[in-house]
């Protein structure tokens, strides 16, 4: 199965900074099919990013993924508190789906 | 709107049995793929099932590959998965998750708040 590693474990930023949290694949990841969620406490996880770069419905355009192969990036370009959450990197091109172990991104 | 609504999460003994539940709303539950992921206390999330729009082909994670079954009633709008012979190491908060379509490759664009599973004796 791929792997996905995330880094850094936690980052910690002041508002208005820029984020830019990696994902790397073991493999290349078929069609570059991986996602971003974001993961707040006691919320469900929620779909940002889809297909390496494409946003999902409704999400600000301050976020943003990037990448291909086997080397993935993800952006929150101006942080706001909000942001605080835990998130996730995950490939559906190839089988079994896996997720990365997550960025803890912290607002100073 | 999209509405996924767990149910029947709670205590188990290892060796037991136990099945979940998620009710579907707000979409054409049918046409889409559907599937489980879960997250163990102080873990990441973790991919366990899905099954697509038909019911035809399931799919899931090798840790609980034998034991637990994935299935859906389309009449219903309901997803399921039967657990059995959990075991402590299945304890952990299930979220039921809708794809963007009926493909392996659509990302979970839709999570439930998530189901707590407890396996202890």
């Known amino acids: 199965e791929i792997v996905l590693t995330q880094s850094p474990g936690t980052l910690s930023l002041s508002p208005g900074e820029r984020a830019t949290l990696s994902c790397r694949a073991s493999?290349?990841?078929?069609?570059?099919?991986l996602a971003w969620y974001q993961h707040k406490p006691g919320q469900a996880p929620r779909l940002l990013i889809y297909?390496?770069?494409s946003r999902a419905t409704g999400i600000p355009d301050r976020f943003s993924g990037s990448g291909s192969g086997t080397d993935f990036i993800f952006t929150v370009s101006r942080l706001e508190p909000e942001d605080v959450a835990v998130y996730y990197c995950?490939?559906?091109?190839?089988?079994?789906?896996?997720f990365g172990q997550g960025t803890n991104l912290e607002i100073k | 709107e999209v509405q996924l609504l767990e149910s029947g999460g709670g205590l188990v003994q290892p060796g037991g049995s136990l099945r979940l539940s998620c009710a579907a709303s707000?979409?054409?539950?049918?046409?889409?793929?559907m599937g489980w992921v879960r997250q163990a206390p102080g873990k990441g999330l973790e991919w366990v099932s899905v099954?697509?729009?038909?019911?035809?082909?399931?799919a899931y994670a090798g840790s609980v590959k034998g034991r637990f079954t994935v299935s859906r009633d389309n009449s219903k709008n309901t997803l399921s998965l039967q657990m059995n012979s959990p075991r402590a190491e299945d304890t952990a908060v299930y979220y039921c998750?809708?794809?963007?379509?009926?493909?392996?490759?659509?990302?979970?664009?839709?999570w439930g708040q998530g189901a707590l599973v407890t396996v202890s004796s």
């Open positions: 493999e290349s990841i078929n069609g570059d099919y």
């Open positions: 297909d390496a770069s």
């Open positions: 998750v809708k794809s963007g379509g009926d493909t392996h490759y659509s990302p979970f664009d839709h």
């Open positions: 099954i697509t729009a038909t019911g035809t082909v399931t």
């Open positions: 995950q490939q559906y091109g190839n089988s079994p789906r896996t």
């Open positions: 707000g979409f054409t539950f049918s046409s889409y793929t």
